[in-house]
């Protein structure tokens, strides 16, 4: 119910737009994120939005990257700016929402984003 899009490869100091587009019957959603995981490595999380519009960012994409939401597109996106070599990994978008009774996290598949130094 979540499909990721934008990963591709891109210079260091260049940008990427990563988007996120919601299907199916998501309501009363409380976060949307974004989360990165480089091979060998644990999946972290690099930038939030609240229902309420309050962001949270990892310490490491402060002021580089930006994550927003687009309520008529029902998709959410991350802004990456000023991309370096340790930004490369698999993007997922993450969602925490409400299908009729029931809460639950829902994920997107994969994104690629390579850096080249």
């Known amino acids: 119910q979540l499909q990721a899009s934008g990963g591709g490869l891109v210079e260091a100091g260049g940008s990427l737009r990563l988007s996120c587009a919601r299907s199916?019957?998501?309501?009363?959603?409380?976060?949307m994120a974004w989360y990165r995981q480089a091979p060998g490595k644990q999946r972290d999380l690099v930038a939030l939005?609240?229902?309420?519009?309050?962001?949270k960012y990892a310490d490491s994409v402060k002021g580089r990257f930006t994550i927003s939401r687009d309520n008529a597109k029902n998709t959410f996106s991350l802004q990456m700016n000023n991309l370096i070599p340790e930004d490369t990994a698999a993007y997922y978008c993450n969602l925490y929402g409400r299908n009729g009774a029931i809460w639950r996290n829902y994920w997107g598949q994969g994104t690629e984003v390579t850096v080249s130094s």
């Open positions: 199916g019957s998501i309501s009363a959603i409380t976060t």
């Open positions: 939005l609240t229902s309420d519009g309050d962001t």
